[in-house]
């Protein structure tokens, strides 16, 4: 997982905006039961909305009601079979 949290990471840095990361920096701490990484990244991400002033997707919205109310093993892992967005 220290491979896949750097890659999210390392795409950050590069676009902070993108949700998609977040959302997957969000599932790696929750898969791997870093609750503090949890919050962590929620934390950076509403840093991030609040600077530009933007609106959160419906889909983060609920990745982070999930990573917050449920155990490291239900957190549901994206499968990259498609352009579709999954969490």
Excluded: C
Aim: proline share 5%; glycine share 4%; aromatic share 6%.
């Amino acid at each position: 997982m220290d491979a896949t949290r750097h890659a999210a990471l390392r795409g950050l840095d590069i676009d902070e905006m993108w949700e998609v990361l977040h959302r997957d920096w969000m599932r790696i701490e929750g898969a791997t039961g870093n609750t503090a990484g949890v919050r962590k990244a929620i934390a950076r991400l509403q840093r991030v909305s609040r600077t530009y002033d933007i609106s959160l997707e419906p889909l983060t919205e609920r990745m982070i009601d999930l990573v917050l109310s449920e155990s490291p093993l239900q957190v549901p892992v994206r499968q990259p079979t498609s352009n579709v967005d999954y969490f």
